[in-house]
């Protein structure tokens, strides 16, 4: 089955700088790449999330790129603010029937004011 | 626009007591469900997931079940909790899959749980 793995487990960075956080996946056959923000006691909200097809998709100050030959997609997140803060967690589907997508074990992001 | 629903929000258990988290979906048909459980500070642990009504898949071997009685009803229970049951309960949906391509991950706002 799917096994992803997510590093760094915990990021601290002064506001206005970049973050960058990094998952590897080992079944090849992966298609969807989601990126969940889980602030304190709330929900996982998907953030932005690719698709096998594409090596890089942007949204505001949040991008992901991916690398299948590597089997690696990284968020990446700039001129951070102190909002930013937050768990993260990337995912990969299992692909096969079950519909379950595989968690990393997460990022805590510190942006220091 | 699709919405989902959990409760109660907060629940505080004796252990040996009994368990009923409800979740609903509205804005949708047919999707897949799933209950995940995130102890403090943990990641997400997926312990059912449904692709049907009366269909569930369980994960990991427990004193929990799950029950979809009704197309967008997902409910997660216990018969006698457990110190280690204690944790955030997340219910999640998405569409079903069509050709081999997967769909967006949404998850409910939780319950949390603590059995003393």
């Known amino acids: 089955g799917e096994n992803v793995e997510q590093h760094p487990s915990t990021l601290s960075v002064q506001e206005g700088d970049s973050a960058v956080i990094k998952c590897t996946y080992s079944?090849?056959?992966?298609?969807?790449f989601p990126w969940y923000k889980q602030e304190l006691g709330k929900r996982p909200q998907l953030i932005i999330d690719?698709?096998?097809?594409?090596g890089e998709k942007k949204d505001q100050r949040i991008a992901v790129t991916l690398n299948k030959t590597a089997k690696h997609f990284s968020l990446h997140i700039t001129e951070t603010q102190p909002e930013d803060s937050a768990v993260y967690f990337c995912a990969a589907p299992q692909m096969d029937s079950s519909y379950k997508l595989i968690f990393g074990s997460g990022t805590r992001l510190l942006v220091r004011p | 626009s699709q919405t989902i629903h959990q409760w109660p929000a907060t629940l505080v258990q004796p252990v040996g007591s009994p368990l009923s988290l409800e979740c609903t979906v509205e804005g949708t048909s047919n999707p897949n469900l799933y209950w995940y459980r995130q102890a403090a500070g943990r990641g997400l642990q997926l312990l059912f997931y449904s692709v049907g009504i009366g269909q569930i898949s369980s994960e990991v071997p427990q004193n929990l079940s799950a029950s979809r009685p009704q197309d967008r009803q997902f409910i997660l229970s216990s018969k006698k909790l457990l110190l280690s049951d204690s944790g955030f309960y997340l219910c999640?949906?998405?569409?079903?899959?069509?050709?081999?391509?997967?769909?967006?991950?949404?998850f409910g706002p939780g319950t949390r749980l603590t059995v003393l």
């Open positions: 079944d090849s056959a992966s298609n969807y």
């Open positions: 999640a949906w998405s569409v079903q899959r069509t050709s081999g391509a997967y769909n967006e991950q949404f």
């Open positions: 690719i698709r096998s097809n594409v």
